[in-house]
């Protein structure tokens, strides 16, 4: 136990606190600042250099003005299992051109011609690569170590803009409903920090239960509890499920890909499986995920990958896009290309799922004044719906998400007329934020982690999904929540920020389970053995959790605007069901 006689603590105030220093955090500062605010990003781990955007495979979405998006846009909606607005997709098209068109300027790292004049930068190479039978999507190659590098100086350039890197968030302070600021711990100097803000970016990433995968050890679902402690809402917590195909060697994020030049996945007994699953070629990442998991399962496992027969001109363009994954694959003594490798599903969470803090227009403001949202902590329902649609929309998503969040809390800063509050305030905030250490024994948070981690990433809860077998898991949750989370032992600062690591992770497990059971159907990542049909008479809809006064959640349902997709062609008329 540490008897603390005054916490440790350290005040910093600015107009726009930017949580979680990703692509979008990154974004989020730098369009804050164009508002005429300072801004401050924070980061758990090193901004730049921590969460998913530094480890992305580096394939990002690019379509121009001058390209027609409505065959895109259509084909997507249909990945994407209908459970989106393609309004919203239109807008990700355009705000995501505006950003990589700064990035260019700023000599950012993409896949460019050989046509450069001296001194410069040559213009961008856009590909129709790896789309298999998908023809209508555009993609550009990026380096994302070096964007992000890129990133964190382009965020120092702004000078309005400051860093704190190594700093959780574990509070949001909000004073007359309204946000004024948030309390970190910075475990390297064993001390707190209260931040007083005028307005707040949560870009602080998914939940990934600190999967294998690569920056998922940062990825708690910390946005979530952050946002519903202070009363915000959420917004498609059943899809915080996504998996994909990977290596069992190595981590090879995203290379679902492969199947779309020509990759063969095959089971125990050597026989091709995904034509099982579904008619299209490649299916849809969710689909392949689970076609593995069934075989498995089955007894027809393990599962193979043969690239025998991919063509050498993929074989080279991949190589060179996914130089870092192929780097992965020879340090495993692995040669893709030669060998049939083993693979598995490999759990994602809300990374590639949907799940996220709610909100409603492209001010990407949440339901508390002074709260906005950006990147995956954001719900992306409404531009990737019940699956990953085509893919590669992710960074796109926190390209614009996060530029929009920015305006957004950076005129709210300018306009709120907020003063900043003497820090004897918070005091008891600050000692609350302690308590984890004071108490003189109990759990450690590493152990019960484990147990959330257990109730959510096996494929046979999660990928098969079923009544019974959630509802079990859910009690299980419930119960730490109830008996074990409270009483969690921190030793010291290090086991203080796992503390609240475990609390956010098992909010995000228990709303994943509880709207997992409301949803009576079966759509993208969300498949249900006890209610195998997709409905789209009944769930065309998103459900919407809101926390009620004792931060139990309230459900409602928000119709997915079905005249678009009528219009589109893909869903017939309500007149015609
Ligand atoms: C291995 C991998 C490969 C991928 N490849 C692609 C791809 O090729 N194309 C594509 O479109 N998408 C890809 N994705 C998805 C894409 O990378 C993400 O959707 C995107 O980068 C999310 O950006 P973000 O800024 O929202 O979150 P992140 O980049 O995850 O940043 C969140 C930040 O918040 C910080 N943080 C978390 N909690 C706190 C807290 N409490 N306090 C302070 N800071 C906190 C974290 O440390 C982290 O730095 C990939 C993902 C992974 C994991």
Not at 6 to 25: F, M, Q, R, S
Not at 82 to 93: F, N
Not at 161 to 181: F, S, Y
Not at 269 to 295: C, N, T, W
């Amino acid at each position: 136990m540490r008897v603390f006689v005054e916490v440790p603590h350290d005040v910093y105030t600015t107009d726009v606190l930017v949580i979680g220093g990703g692509l979008a955090g990154c974004w989020a500062a730098i369009a804050a600042t164009r508002q005429g605010s300072r801004a401050l990003v924070v980061d758990k781990g090193f901004v730049g250099g921590s969460g998913c955007s530094v480890f992305a495979g580096g394939v990002v979405l690019y379509l121009t003005p001058e390209d027609d998006p409505t065959d895109f846009v259509r084909e997507h909606c249909r990945e994407s299992e209908l459970l989106l607005d393609p309004a919203w997709v239109e807008w990700l098209v355009q705000a995501n051109y505006e950003r990589i068109a700064e990035l260019d300027g700023w000599g950012a790292p993409f896949d460019r011609h050989d046509d450069a004049a001296e001194g410069q930068a040559g213009s961008l190479h856009r590909r129709l690569i790896y789309v298999g039978s998908r023809e209508t999507v555009w993609r550009l190659g990026l380096d994302s170590v070096e964007l992000m590098k890129l990133m964190r100086k382009q965020v120092l350039r702004t000078k309005q803009a400051k860093l704190l890197d190594h700093t959780t968030i574990v509070k949001l302070l909000v004073q007359d409903g309204r946000i004024v600021g948030a309390v970190g711990i910075r475990r390297q100097d064993e001390r707190l920090c209260l931040i007083q803000a005028k307005a707040i970016v949560l870009a602080a990433g998914g939940c990934a239960w600190k999967g294998t995968h690569f920056g998922h050890d940062m990825l708690c679902g910390e946005a979530y509890k952050l946002a519903w402690d202070v009363g915000a809402a959420l917004m498609n917590m059943e899809y915080a499920n996504g998996y994909i195909a990977t290596n069992t060697r190595f981590d090879s994020h995203g290379q679902c890909i492969l199947a779309a030049i020509g990759g063969k996945y095959l089971n125990g007994e050597g026989e091709p499986f995904l034509g099982k699953y579904s008619d299209k070629v490649p299916p849809a990442i969710h689909v392949i995920a689970r076609g593995m998991a069934s075989e498995i399962r089955e007894g027809r496992g393990p599962i193979q990958l043969d690239l025998s027969a991919v063509p050498v001109k993929d074989r080279e363009m991949w190589l060179h896009a996914f130089k870092h994954i192929a780097e992965l694959a020879r340090r495993s003594g692995q040669d893709l290309f030669a060998d049939r490798t083993q693979w598995h599903p490999g759990f994602n969470g809300s990374v590639s799922g949907s799940a996220g803090v709610y909100f409603t227009d492209t001010t990407m403001a949440a339901s508390v004044p002074g709260l906005f949202v950006a990147g995956d902590a954001a719900t992306r329902g409404y531009v990737v719906g019940a699956s990953s649609g085509i893919t590669f929309l992710n960074l796109a998503w926190a390209n614009g998400s996060g530029y929009a969040a920015g305006v957004g809390a950076g005129e709210f800063a300018q306009n709120s007329g907020q003063e900043a509050h003497s820090d004897a305030k918070w005091k008891s905030e600050l000692a609350e934020a302690l308590r984890p250490m004071e108490r003189t024994g109990g759990l450690l948070p590493d152990v019960v982690y484990g147990q959330l981690q257990t109730q959510a990433m096996p494929p046979e809860v999660n990928i098969f999904r079923e009544g019974e077998r959630m509802q079990r898991a859910l009690a299980h949750v419930r119960t730490l929540q109830e008996e074990v989370v409270p009483n969690l032992f921190a030793p010291d600062f290090h086991e203080l920020v796992k503390c609240y690591e475990v609390e956010a992770t098992a909010l995000t497990t228990d709303l994943m389970y509880e709207a997992a059971l409301l949803r009576t159907e079966s759509r993208g990542w969300h498949f249900r053995e006890d209610y195998p049909q997709r409905d789209d008479t009944g769930w065309l809809k998103w459900i919407v959790a809101e926390p009620d006064e004792k931060g139990e959640p309230d459900f409602r349902y928000v119709s997915v605007p079905r005249k678009r997709l009528e219009e589109l062609g893909i869903l017939e008329s309500a007149a015609a069901v």
